[in-house]
T-cell receptor, first 117, second 111 residues
Framework: NAGVTQTPKFRILKIGQSMTLQCTQD?????MYWYRQDPGMGLKLIYY???????DKGEVPNGYNVSRSTTEDFPLRLELAAPSQTSVYFC????????????????FGPGTRLTVL | DAKTTQPPSMDCAEGRAANLPCNHSTISGNEYVYWYRQIHSQGPQYIIH???NNETNEMASLIITEDRKSSTLILPHATLRDTAVYYCIVSAVQGAQKLVFGQGTRLTINP
């Protein structure tokens, strides 16, 4: 299994441009997540999905959109890029809760490093 | 979700046990303690989690105090590859798991 893959690895955008960050997982996980990480900080949740067709906002959703048409894919869309969106973006996936309680681990992709100038 | 407090940095000698503390004094009864780590700029990696009993797996041990207000992650024989930022996260079991990452502890393993 490739796990969680993200494309592109790096991208430079101009202010006002749009782009889609791709995320794919091959583990048949129901749950998928998008986080962003600013320099020297912890990750912050942008959006998440509990299954195809179901998405919800996280802590910092403004400026982003998501869709989940298949179990495998969870793309993140930036419509009007702003310098404040310069960050590293991580996608993650997980199975639902364990039968014994608690959540299953989240598997993270390698990240997309985005710079908006 | 309850907040956690971790020291910003720690050092440990290679081959010794690394003990990383975490304070979560406002933890609720239905919240689990999770540990993840992030090596350099890679995606975070799950280490271990627990509710109230001590837990051990192939990577680490997790010791949770009886009142559950603090915990310690133990890497029994630290290697240079364990140099990373370690995040202690408290998470309630409800719907999808929305991890809240603080700034973590930057652990440096010295040769």
């Amino acid at each position: 299994n490739a796990g969680v893959t993200q494309t592109p690895k790096f991208r430079i955008l101009k202010i006002g441009q749009s782009m889609t960050l791709q995320c794919t997982q091959d583990m048949n996980h129901n749950y998928m997540y998008w986080y962003r990480q600013d320099p020297g900080m912890g990750l912050k949740l942008i959006y998440y999905s509990v299954g195809a067709g179901i998405t919800d906002k996280g802590e910092v959703p403004n400026g982003y959109n998501v869709s989940r048409s298949t179990t495998e894919d969870f793309p993140l869309r930036l419509e009007l890029a702003a310098p404040s969106q310069t960050s590293v973006y991580f996608c993650a996936s997980s199975r639902p809760m364990t039968s014994g309680g608690g959540y299953n681990e989240q598997f993270f992709g390698p990240g997309t490093r985005l710079t908006v100038l | 979700d309850a907040k956690t407090t971790q020291p910003p940095s720690m050092d440990c000698a290679e081959g010794r046990a690394a003990n990383l503390p975490c304070n979560h004094s406002t933890i609720s009864g239905n919240e689990y303690v999770y540990w993840y780590r992030q090596i350099h700029s890679q995606g975070p990696q799950y280490i271990i989690h627990g509710l109230k009993n001590n837990e051990t797996n192939e990577m680490a041990s997790l010791i949770i105090t009886e009142d559950r207000k603090s915990s310690t992650l133990i890497l029994p024989h630290a290697t240079l590859r364990d140099t990373a930022v370690y995040y202690c996260i408290v998470s309630a079991v409800q719907g999808a798991q929305k991890l809240v990452f603080g700034q973590g502890t930057r652990l440096t393993i010295n040769p």
